[in-house]
């Protein structure tokens, strides 16, 4: 996933409203209309929070006869997670070289020594 794309998917998923339609899709797809039942809000704007998470590649709609079913695209949320734990790695990595770093910084400072009595 590029960095324009997954910036697409972390500002959809910003938005307290469409964090919570996901939320809800995690459970299992769903119509529109389902979906709008629970919240205080329109039709349409609902319509736009899907609008929005499906350009993100969050979501996908499709058609069946007169339904048109919501679903959660659980492939984006794979590749999200694959973005955070490289940049949690490296970070992990970053924090044991201070550490290392600190330790024997430690061990340098004049009057540290451990099997000391005064």
Same mark, same amino acid.
């Given at each position: 996933?590029? =960095?324009?794309?997954? /910036?697409? /998917?972390?500002?959809?998923?910003?938005?307290?409203? !469409? @964090?919570?339609? =996901?939320? !809800?899709? *995690? #459970?299992?797809?769903?119509? @529109?209309?389902?979906?709008?039942?629970?919240?205080?809000?329109?039709?349409? *704007? /609902? $319509?736009?929070?899907? $609008? =929005?998470?499906?350009?993100?590649? =969050?979501?996908?709609?499709?058609?069946? *006869?007169?339904?048109?079913? /919501?679903?959660?695209? *659980?492939?984006?949320?794979?590749?999200?997670?694959?973005?955070?734990?490289?940049?949690? +790695?490296?970070?992990?990595? !970053?924090?044991?070289?201070?550490?290392? @770093? @600190?330790? +024997?910084?430690?061990? +340098?400072?004049?009057?540290? #020594?451990?099997?000391?009595?005064?």
């Amino acid at each position: 996933m590029a =960095v324009p794309a997954i /910036v697409t /998917v972390f500002s959809a998923l910003a938005d307290e409203t !469409r @964090l919570d339609i =996901v939320t !809800r899709l *995690a #459970d299992g797809e769903t119509t @529109l209309s389902e979906l709008a039942a629970h919240y205080d809000t329109s039709i349409q *704007a /609902v $319509s736009k929070h899907l $609008s =929005v998470l499906e350009d993100a590649g =969050v979501v996908s709609r499709r058609r069946e *006869a007169q339904r048109r079913p /919501v679903r959660l695209e *659980a492939e984006v949320f794979d590749l999200m997670t694959k973005w955070i734990e490289r940049y949690r +790695q490296n970070s992990e990595d !970053r924090y044991r070289r201070l550490d290392r @770093l @600190l330790a +024997q910084l430690d061990d +340098q400072t004049p009057g540290n #020594d451990q099997g000391a009595t005064t």
